[in-house]
């Protein structure tokens, strides 16, 4: 695995001499960012050697390299889930590349469902902690030490300090956020109302199918992480909704641009 960790970063490191500290996962709701990135130059996932393909409409398959603002990044358009039928290690495997290139912050987006009374559809939950209910470990089997530790620390998977800050950017630009703990399910079904109900009991407040395999990773890599879910549905007991990825899709299009704007300020401010 190491070797082909090292093979993709040269590649794209032979092409992009001058690699960000700052990376980007553009899950659901985030599609926008990309408008905001200057200077662009592309790459695609099929280009990479080593790289899963993207195929959940709405996520492109590209690396995205430019500028936020002042600050260098780089922009995953398109993100790898268990359910399309890779493995963990090929689901993180972008996450340790970007390790391997330098990376220190990982910034993700995702779309949920939400459990939590208070939650309507559109709101912005960031994510203070999460809950695995995934079949598969991304750290199962063998450790390399120099990814990380064998036992790694999840005490604060999510950086209370980018947090606070995301709260400070929200408050200054009239934006109300949620927070909550997520809960990352293997999909692809989207839940029943006994499954809201159980995920509700033991401690979420939203569930989605992503973020967690990644976030895992990139903590066992020492990166530090902020992310954030916009609520597509409901799944509260008493009025669960019908779900479907179009109205998924619907709900994360129109709480885009403040997602955006709060992305967008966390990176300049980093």
């Not at 690699?19 to 130059?41: F, R, S």
């Not at 992480?225 to 609520?231: D, E, L, N, T």
Request: no cysteine; hydrophobic share 40%.
């Amino acid at each position: 695995m190491i070797e082909k960790i090292k093979e993709t970063a040269a590649f794209i490191k032979e092409r992009f001499p001058i690699i960000p500290e700052t990376a980007i996962i553009l899950g659901t709701g985030l599609g926008e960012l990309v408008n905001h990135i200057t200077n662009q130059k592309e790459l695609a996932y099929k280009d990479i050697p080593n790289f899963p393909i993207s195929t959940v409409e709405g996520h492109s398959g590209k690396l995205i390299f430019g500028k936020l603002g002042t600050k260098d990044i780089m922009a995953m358009q398109g993100r790898f889930h268990f359910y399309e039928g890779y493995d963990m290690k090929q689901v993180t495997f972008p996450v340790r590349v970007m390790k391997q290139l330098g990376v220190k912050t990982l910034f993700v987006s995702n779309a949920a469902g939400g459990m939590n009374p208070t939650f309507k559809v559109g709101d912005l939950m960031v994510i203070r902690d999460h809950i695995n209910l995934f079949p598969e470990h991304p750290l199962h089997g063998k450790n390399y030490n120099e990814l990380g530790p064998r036992f790694p620390d999840m005490s604060e998977a999510y950086s209370k300090r980018l947090i606070k800050k995301a709260f400070e950017i929200a408050e200054k630009n009239n934006i109300y956020l949620q927070q909550g703990v997520y809960v990352g399910t293997q999909g692809p079904t989207f839940e029943t109302p006994a499954e809201y109900k159980y995920f509700k009991i033991i401690g979420g407040d939203a569930v989605g199918m992503s973020t967690v395999p990644e976030v895992i990773v990139a903590r066992h890599s020492d990166m530090e992480v902020f992310a954030i879910s916009v609520i597509t549905d409901l799944g509260v007991e008493g009025i669960v909704e019908k779900a479907s990825h179009e109205e998924v899709q619907k709900a994360a299009a129109l709480a885009q641009p403040k997602m955006t704007l709060i992305m967008k300020e966390l990176v300049e401010q980093f």
